[in-house]
């Protein structure tokens, strides 16, 4: 069953420049790009989009650094999109990360690891829903 996810091509990975590589390989993967945009969160809306964290002793630095710079968000429409998803990007930390995965080429650091995605099928809904209207899937 075809299915979707939310990511995000974060701050440090936009800066450094890796975005359309990063955007080459979910293709690659055979991900279908339903929305795609180029935009900066404010402190505002990062905290919004983080709240589920909001306790945690590292969202302040979150907020901080995904409002650093511009991000790109899109839904991705995969089988399996979700824990697919998951497996390409690798763990949290790139130090962790399976060779080949998106952070481990891609992240710096376990803050600065150059993509989001979604945890669950619920959240990629809410998470998609948060950047992009209905008239902005396809």
């Known amino acids: 069953m075809s299915n979707r996810t939310f990511t ?3 701050p440090d990975a936009f800066k450094n420049g890796h975005s359309g590589a990063i955007i080459d390989r979910f293709i690659k993967e055979g991900y279908r ?14 905290g919004e989009f983080y709240a589920v ?3 945690r002793p590292f969202y302040g630095e979150l907020v901080e650094f ?3 710079g ?7 429409e995969k089988d399996n999109a979700v824990a697919s998803f998951r497996e390409l990007i690798g763990a ?7 060779e080949g995965t998106i952070r481990k080429l891609y992240a710096t650091s376990l803050g600065e690891n150059a993509v989001h995605g979604s945890d669950s099928d619920e959240n990629a809904k ?5 950047f992009f209207s ?3 899937q396809f």
């Open 33 to 46: 790009i339903v929305a795609l945009k180029l935009t900066k969160l404010s402190a505002e809306k990062a």
């Open 126 to 130: 809410i998470e998609g829903s948060f």
């Open 92 to 98: 949290t930390n790139p130090a962790q990360a399976a």
């Open 8 to 10: 995000m091509i974060k």
């Open 53 to 55: 964290h909001k306790e």
């Open 134 to 136: 209905g008239l902005e």
């Open 66 to 68: 995904m409002s650093s």
């Open 70 to 76: 511009p991000i790109y968000a899109a839904i991705l």
